[in-house]
């Protein structure tokens, strides 16, 4: 501890420390045990030490805290983990967090953080896990950052990034949710790239030249793209002539265990030839009819309306994964059918109808047209998640328990995916990307995360039905 002490006895962590406290309102009073005149921090709530009595961690996380983050704590020097996430801090994010050279967890996301990402946090060399998510950072992600080698998680999504994506080499990313971030190797792409400056101090003459090298360049390689396009094109349609011209339509060797393989006259015979009459719904992916096979069954078939979405291996691949999934409330799946122009799946007709008409057997809103009732769950679904109400929002039927933050993510990226302009929500493969992470976060957790609070949702609520219409005004059905 000597080694901590100023001539006058003042322990640097202790003032440092009190920096920290004095530039946070603190509303729930969790930093009254921060005492100035103490003279070892490691007894002060929320506060890790080493054996050497060296501060080593501040878990500071959902504590109520707001104002800024002080410059000071660049000088606690031994700092292992920072987490701050789930407060109401603003203001930019000191550069002087680079200076804690032996940092290996970083986490401030769910605050309003604002400015740009400092460059100094790309000295952090023992950073493992670095997450700035759900603030309002803006400018481009600094390459120093994007090149930490070590880094095993970094997130940076949902804030105001912009301008060309390096090349992170972090092993897991996140940047979703940053809708004016364009890939680096087209910055012609981004809306506010700023144009180069010619300071290569050529003449006119010379410029002209160079101007016309390149023009000529450029254009070779477009007019031989556009070749290798059209002879592209015309393959594809040479060869899916070929495949259809050698597959019999009827009758293929594919097989999959239990399942039963219609030919496409048994499934047209099922359907009275797809009448009209036998149209059970229509849904995204096509129509579904029902039909009755020779020994008396009735099945209900899903046409898929695009037969080229999926290709004939992906088909068999996704009947396969469709097949295997068993449970007491799926719907088992009973057979396909596989041709080159057609593919359906055939599954066992119910007569009580569908589990969305069961799940809307009570509305609590049954007034008012579509966009009214929308925007009214909407603004509900943002209270909550304003007052921290996920219990409320979790069907009762799920049992188990669920972590807060893990919830509060979901119900982000849930509204997200509701806004108005097709432009503003995320791709559905960065949908897929975040909630991937969320399960592994679930199953495995995040220690560097700390302590979180879980809780079990198994209870029954009253707004389980308005929940059901918030599910499914949640994005396309």
Known sequence: MDSLLSPKGVNYEVAAL?????????????????????????????????????????????????????????????????????????????????????LETLDLSGNRFSGEIPASLGFLTHLNYLRLSRNLLSGQVPHLVASLSGLSFLDLSFNNLSGPTPNILAKDYRIVGNAFLCGSAAQELCS??????????????????????????????????????????FWVLWHRSRLSRSYVQQDYEFEIGHLKRFSFREIQTATSNFSPKNILGQGGFGMVYKGYLPNGTVVAVKRLKDPNYTGEIQFQTEVEMIGLAVHRNLLRLFGFCLTPEERMLVYPYMPNGSVADRLRGHKMIDQGNGQVRKGMILSWVRTLKAEKRFAEMVDR?????????????????????????????????????????????????????????????????????????????????
């Open 18 to 102: 009190m920096s920290v406290k004095n530039k946070m309102k603190d509303e729930k009073d969790v930093l009254s045990g921060w005492d100035i005149n103490s003279v070892d921090p490691c007894t002060w709530n929320m506060v890790g030490c080493s054996s050497q009595g060296f501060v080593v961690s501040l878990e500071m996380a959902s504590k109520g805290l707001s104002g800024i983050i002080s410059s000071s704590i660049g000088e606690l020097t031994h700092l292992h983990t920072l987490l701050l996430q789930n407060n109401q801090l603003t203001g930019p994010i000191p550069s002087e967090l680079g200076q804690l050279s032996e």
């Open 192 to 233: 506010d790239a700023t144009p180069v400056r010619n300071a290569t101090g050529l003449s006119e003459k010379d410029n002209s030249k160079h101007h016309s090298l390149v023009l000529s360049f450029a254009f070779g390689i477009v007019v031989a793209f556009i070749i290798s396009l059209m002879f592209l094109f």
């Open 397 to 477: 039927d799920l049992k188990g328990k669920f972590d807060d933050l893990v919830l509060e993510e979901v119900v982000e990226l849930a509204l997200l995916c509701t806004q108005p302009h097709p432009n503003l929500r995320p791709r559905m493969s960065q949908v897929l990307k975040v909630l991937e992470g969320l399960v592994e976060q679930c199953e495995g957790g995040y220690e560097a995360r700390g302590p979180s609070v879980s809780r079990n949702y198994s209870n029954g609520h009253e707004e389980h039905s308005f929940i059901v219409e918030a599910i499914e005004l949640s994005g396309p059905r």
